[in-house]
């Protein structure tokens, strides 16, 4: 392949493009139409990209399109605030619905009549048992569950007590609206369904228009076929929903006919890919909020500077299956470095700063040395860093008394300075507490840019920054937000879970002074360190960067 030439990335291949593309082939379908259907009770997250990625991608691939639906059957959990960020993420990662943006209360008229039509044919019935009764009467995966006592109510009165529950003169809970399919069956969800409950709550769009709100089985594959959806896509925990869903389309006048397939969610280890469980974290302050860095919501991973380009490649290394697996973080951090090893422009910031003194270079002496921007992209040119006589190296770039393959700097070894001259460690201040506060240096002034012209070598580049012409910043290190692989698993307490270590600030770090110009969630390779962009608290004066991942896999050695 040519230098110039993009690598063409192979079209992904699994087992729903598979059946796309057969029903595509076949003619059973003339085009694909999928749809993402985010219920907007809190912020999405990475395992929702995998689903926006699948069915955006079906739809782009196979030339067909994909609905944005909000799931908002239930209005005592969801707000505008979430509907509003998940239209920001699904843009941020590229998609576009178009004028195919709906939600499930469009069709709540429709659904409604619907419930009509079912207790008309004998297939619904109002059950007036508490929601406690109607829990104890479900049995269990061995034993069948119990009839209500109000099941054999008549078409009449059904239609007239669900009327009521309408209208609002009930309180909620009172009653609910069941389908009547088998109390025996093997699958829990064939046990007399609830299709409608009472909720006298304000909806974010229809107000107070209703007070009895569909469930989720209900409305799901009815809007799918409203939609006209031909492959309604979802998770593996949905395959017991199946039939459910195949019996409202059987029973129900639906004008289309769409088929659920279902692939294993994604999970990450050492976090929660939960909507309930983020808001938990939220909630009780445990983040400073849905786009903390350290969350995975889609939010956060943004503001910690991954680029969307990044996360789709690692949805699709992750690819689609029906096994249940959990991915390793350390494939995620590898697909942001790749990603960022090729785009990001090089600087140089020093996260804990130790001061050198190079006592040889005259004081008062300013000089401009010239920087690579990208050591494999000369298009993305050059700038100049100031060198002076004072200037800050890594804390952990010194030992005073170092191990065998230590080649850093210690007293009398000579390293090199990126870009800059060969210094030499004469000695090391130390404070009265014994710390090693200063080190006094000397400089070759022969080997300017980074060579000897005497051809001896040094076994370590460091790199630095000015001391008077840097820029204070506080940066800060996201680690992994719990200390387990398999947080709250086994019922164990998911705050318990925590990693205590997850946010390490670093608030006297200095940068080369071009970071100044660092423009909002463009990410920067601190040489030597990783990939950093600006958080959103950054001001002129007072910087604030979040490192995006490290330079190297910090799992391994943890
Ligand atoms: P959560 O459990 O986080 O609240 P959810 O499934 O309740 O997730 P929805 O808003 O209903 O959240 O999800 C929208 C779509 O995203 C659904 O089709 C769901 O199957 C899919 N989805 C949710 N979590 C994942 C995941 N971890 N991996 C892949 N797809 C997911
Ligand atoms: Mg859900």
Same mark, same amino acid.
């Given at each position: 392949?040519?230098?110039?030439?993009?690598?063409?990335?192979?079209?992904?291949?699994?087992?729903?493009?598979?059946?796309?593309?057969?029903?595509?082939?076949?003619?059973?379908?003339?085009?694909?139409?999928?749809?993402?259907?985010?219920?907007?009770?809190?912020?999405?997250?990475?395992?929702?990209?995998?689903?926006?990625?699948?069915?955006?991608?079906?739809?782009?691939?196979?030339?067909?399109?994909?609905?944005?639906?909000?799931?908002?059957?239930?209005?005592?959990?969801?707000?505008?605030?979430?509907?509003?960020?998940?239209?920001?993420? %699904?843009?941020?990662?590229?998609?576009?619905?178009?004028?195919?943006?709906?939600?499930?209360?469009?069709?709540?008229?429709?659904?409604?009549?619907?419930?009509?039509?079912?207790?008309?044919?004998?297939?619904?019935?109002?059950?007036?048992?508490?929601?406690?009764?109607?829990?104890?009467?479900?049995?269990?995966?061995?034993?069948?569950?119990?009839?209500?006592?109000?099941?054999?109510?008549?078409?009449?009165?059904?239609?007239?007590?669900?009327?009521?529950?309408?209208?609002?003169?009930?309180?909620?809970?009172? *009653?609910?609206?069941?389908?009547?399919?088998?109390?025996?069956?093997?699958?829990?969800?064939?046990?007399?369904?609830?299709?409608?409950?009472?909720?006298?709550?304000?909806?974010?769009?229809?107000?107070?228009?209703? *007070?009895?709100?569909?469930?989720?089985?209900?409305?799901?594959?009815?809007?799918?076929?409203?939609?006209?959806?031909?492959?309604?896509?979802?998770?593996?925990?949905?395959?017991?929903?199946?039939?459910?869903?195949?019996?409202?389309?059987?029973?129900?006048?639906?004008?289309?006919?769409?088929?659920?397939?279902?692939?294993?969610?994604?999970?990450?280890?050492?976090?929660?890919?939960?909507?309930?469980?983020?808001?938990?974290?939220?909630?009780?302050?445990?983040?400073?909020?849905?786009?903390?860095?350290?969350?995975?919501?889609?939010?956060?991973?943004?503001?910690?500077?991954?680029?969307?380009?990044?996360?789709?490649?690692?949805?699709?290394?992750?690819?689609?299956?029906?096994?249940?697996?959990? %991915?390793?973080?350390?494939?995620?951090?590898?697909? %942001?470095?790749?990603?960022?090893?090729?785009?990001?422009?090089?600087?140089?910031?020093?996260?804990?700063?130790?001061?050198?003194?190079?006592?040889?270079?005259?004081?008062?002496?300013?000089?401009?040395?010239?920087?690579?921007?990208?050591?494999?992209?000369?298009?993305?040119?050059?700038?100049?860093?100031?060198?002076?006589?004072?200037?800050?190296?890594?804390?952990?770039?010194?030992?005073?008394?170092?191990?065998?393959?230590?080649?850093?700097?210690?007293?009398?070894?000579?390293?090199?300075?990126?870009?800059?001259?060969?210094?030499?460690?004469?000695?090391?201040?130390?404070?009265?507490?014994?710390?090693?506060?200063?080190?006094?240096?000397?400089?070759?002034?022969?080997?300017?840019?980074?060579?000897?012209?005497?051809?001896?070598?040094?076994?370590?580049?460091?790199?630095?920054?000015?001391?008077?012409?840097?820029?204070?910043?506080?940066?800060?290190?996201?680690?992994?937000?719990?200390?387990?692989?398999?947080?709250?698993?086994?019922?164990?307490?998911?705050?318990?879970?925590?990693?205590?270590?997850?946010?390490?600030?670093?608030?006297?770090?200095?940068?080369?002074?071009?970071?100044?110009?660092?423009?909002?969630?463009?990410?920067?390779?601190?040489?030597?360190?990783?990939?950093?962009?600006?958080?959103?608290?950054?001001?002129?004066?007072?910087?604030?960067?979040?490192?995006?991942?490290?330079?190297?896999?910090?799992?391994?050695?943890?």
């Amino acid at each position: 392949m040519a230098d110039n030439e993009t690598p063409i990335v192979e079209a992904p291949r699994d087992f729903i493009r598979d059946i796309v593309d057969a029903d595509l082939k076949s003619g059973k379908h003339k085009s694909v139409v999928t749809r993402f259907p985010p219920e907007p009770n809190g912020y999405l997250h990475i395992g929702h990209a995998k689903s926006i990625c699948l069915n955006f991608g079906l739809a782009e691939e196979f030339g067909g399109h994909c609905n944005l639906r909000f799931d908002d059957t239930n209005p005592a959990k969801e707000a505008q605030e979430y509907i509003d960020s998940i239209k920001a993420d %699904v843009r941020w990662l590229g998609f576009d619905w178009g004028k195919n943006l709906f939600h499930a209360s469009d069709y709540f008229e429709q659904l409604y009549i619907w419930a009509e039509d079912l207790i008309r044919a004998g297939k619904a019935y109002v059950d007036d048992s508490t929601p406690d009764e109607v829990h104890a009467m479900r049995g269990t995966l061995t034993e069948p569950g119990k009839e209500s006592a109000y099941r054999n109510r008549s078409v009449e009165q059904n239609l007239d007590l669900f009327r009521r529950m309408r209208a609002g003169e009930f309180p909620n809970g009172k *009653c609910t609206l069941r389908a009547k399919i088998d109390m025996g069956s093997g699958n829990i969800n064939l046990r007399d369904p609830i299709l409608y409950r009472i909720l006298h709550d304000e909806h974010p769009r229809t107000g107070k228009t209703w *007070c009895i709100y569909p469930n989720y089985d209900f409305a799901h594959g009815q809007s799918d076929s409203i939609e006209g959806v031909t492959h309604s896509i979802c998770t593996l925990e949905f395959e017991d929903h199946k039939p459910l869903y195949e019996w409202f389309l059987d029973n129900l006048p639906v004008p289309s006919r769409p088929r659920q397939y279902e692939f294993a969610r994604l999970n990450i280890g050492y976090t929660v890919l939960s909507k309930r469980f983020l808001n938990q974290l939220v909630t009780e302050k445990r983040v400073s909020g849905w786009d903390d860095p350290r969350m995975p919501t889609l939010a956060a991973l943004r503001r910690r500077g991954v680029p969307p380009e990044a996360l789709k490649d690692f949805v699709r290394r992750v690819g689609v299956a029906r096994a249940n697996s959990v %991915v390793d973080m350390q494939l995620f951090d590898f697909t %942001v470095r790749e990603f960022l090893n090729k785009h990001a422009q090089r600087r140089m910031g020093v996260l804990r700063p130790l001061k050198v003194v190079i006592e040889n270079y005259p004081e008062g002496q300013v000089e401009e040395l010239e920087a690579v921007n990208h050591p494999d992209d000369a298009a993305l040119g050059t700038r100049k860093i100031p060198f002076a006589r004072e200037i800050y190296v890594e804390q952990e770039d010194f030992m005073e008394n170092p191990p065998k393959k230590f080649f850093r700097l210690s007293p009398g070894t000579e390293v090199r300075l990126r870009y800059a001259y060969f210094i030499k460690c004469r000695e090391a201040v130390k404070n009265a507490a014994g710390e090693v506060i200063e080190l006094r240096c000397t400089y070759d002034p022969a080997t300017r840019g980074g060579n000897a012209p005497d051809g001896r070598k040094v076994k370590a580049t460091l790199h630095w920054v000015p001391a008077a012409q840097s820029l204070p910043a506080e940066v800060r290190i996201y680690n992994p937000l719990f200390s387990r692989p398999d947080p709250g698993a086994g019922g164990s307490d998911l705050l318990a879970d925590m990693n205590p270590n997850s946010l390490e600030l670093l608030k006297d770090a200095r940068l080369e002074p071009a970071l100044a110009d660092a423009k909002p969630g463009e990410v920067i390779q601190f040489e030597r360190q990783g990939y950093f962009c600006t958080d959103p608290d950054s001001k002129p004066g007072a910087l604030v960067f979040n490192r995006t991942v490290g330079l190297r896999d910090s799992y391994a050695k943890a």
